[in-house]
T-cell receptor
Framework: KAGVTQTPRYLIKTRGQQVTLSCSPISGHRSVSWYQQTPGQGLQFLFEYFSETQRNKGNFPGRFSGRQFSNSRSEMNVSTLELGDSALYLC????????????FGEGSRLTVL | AQSVTQPDIHITVSEGASLELRCNYSYGATPYLFWYVQSPGQGLQLLLKYFSGDTLVQGIKGFEAEFKRSQSSFNLRKPSVHWSDAAEYFCAVGTGGFKTIFGAGTRLFVKA
């Protein structure tokens, strides 16, 4: 089975722009979670999707949004980028979600200048 | 509130020495506990998990962890560290609300 695929791997944006990141889960995985990773902060939970529905979301401003498509692929969007949004954004997938093992992609590294 | 604390930001051990990484959690019910490892430029990989039963769990790469309910801890151990174990290690709690909470991580350095 192919692993979790995240695109793009690296990107540079300037303040005020917006960005869209994509995540393709492992075949058969219907739950997709997104995390923001910054040095010293660990992984901060953004949101989780299952069958195109957001089931949980973290404590991030409304500039951070996501969606999931019928094929379980997911996108997250960050609008009006700020310098503090520079981070590694990780996608993690699992079959049903909740308590099982998360399978991670390699992440999309966003730099905001 | 649910939380995971990894008190050590970084640890340095000599190759061949034993290792213990600490993890404490705050959660109302019996948690689902995990340890993940992240090598540079990579995503996270599961080392081991605890759901119920035997409180000493074995994982991949020779790692083990022990769940101690009385101490709200889930420390990771390895009897003999190899240079390839240098990485960042994350303890995590599955909250049952379609959300896994991670600690801030412990970076392991291995000296020859």
């Amino acid at each position: 089975k192919a692993g979790v695929t995240q695109t793009p791997r690296y990107l540079i944006k300037t303040r005020g722009q917006q960005v869209t990141l994509s995540c393709s889960p492992i075949s058969g995985h219907r739950s997709v979670s997104w995390y923001q990773q910054t040095p010293g902060q660990g992984l901060q939970f953004l949101f989780e999707y299952f069958s195109e529905t957001q089931r949980n979301k973290g404590n991030f401003p409304g500039r951070f949004s996501g969606r999931q498509f019928s094929n379980s692929r997911s996108e997250m969007n960050v609008s009006t980028l700020e310098l503090g949004d520079s981070a590694l954004y990780l996608c993690a997938t699992t079959e049903e979600g909740d308590t099982g093992e998360l399978f991670f992609g390699e992440g999309s590294r966003l730099t905001v200048l | 509130a649910q939380s995971v604390t990894q008190p050590d930001i970084h640890i340095t051990v000599s190759e061949g020495a034993s290792l213990e990484l600490r993890c404490n959690y705050s959660y109302g019910a019996t948690p689902y506990l995990f340890w993940y490892v992240q090598s540079p430029g990579q995503g996270l990989q599961l080392l081991l998990k605890y759901f119920s039963g035997d409180t000493l769990v074995q994982g991949i790469k020779g790692f083990e962890a022990e769940f101690k309910r009385s101490q709200s801890s889930f420390n990771l151990r390895k009897p003999s560290v190899h240079w390839s174990d240098a990485a960042e290690y994350f303890c995590a709690v599955g909250t049952g609300g379609f959300k896994t909470i991670f600690g801030a991580g412990t970076r392991l350095f291995v000296k020859a």
